[in-house]
């Protein structure tokens, strides 16, 4: 979506993780770093998906005057204590817990213009497990499924 609406896309990833950074430049990110590195450029906004609450700070750190910090996840870890001048300048940090039955239909509507493109893995039921280790160690392009025969 964002690509569709012309904004540049800065991807991070886990520290040494080049496959990461690959897939993301395929998937048309300007950029794709390390994230606990800067950006070359400041940021309009970030957006975390990972649950890890140190990203908190690095975020605020990548972001311009006014930006604004998107805690992405259902769950994150606790955000350490940081430097008040990082978020000094108008910055902003907020979560996003739901997203409403209008941006469904929104994004649905959208969507097959754009065109929305996935990657999706399948895991047979039994191998949860399995599909929850490549998960937590960053092995898992894209998405995750569990499906039943």
């Not at 896309?9 to 300007?30: H, M, N, Q, S, W």
């Not at 929305?116 to 894209?142: H, K, W, Y």
Request: aromatic residues 6%.
């Amino acid at each position: 979506m964002a690509k569709h609406q012309k904004r540049e896309i800065y991807a991070f990833t886990r520290p040494g993780d080049d496959e990461a950074k690959k897939f993301a430049v395929t998937l048309g990110a300007a950029w794709a770093g390390d994230s606990n590195k800067l950006p070359p450029v400041k940021l309009d906004a970030a957006i975390i998906f990972a649950p890890a609450g140190d990203l908190v700070p690095q975020a605020l750190r990548a972001v311009n005057k006014g930006g604004i910090v998107v805690c992405g996840g259902i769950h994150m870890s606790d955000i350490p204590s940081f430097p008040y001048s990082i978020l000094w300048e108008e910055r902003a940090v907020c979560s996003v817990a739901n997203l409403t039955r209008r941006d469904g239909e929104e994004f649905l509507a959208l969507a097959p213009r754009v065109p929305v493109r996935t990657e999706v893995q399948a895991f047979p039921l039994q191998e949860a497990n399995e599909a929850l280790a490549r998960l937590r160690s960053g092995r898992i392009q894209g998405a995750s499924v569990l499906v039943t025969d």
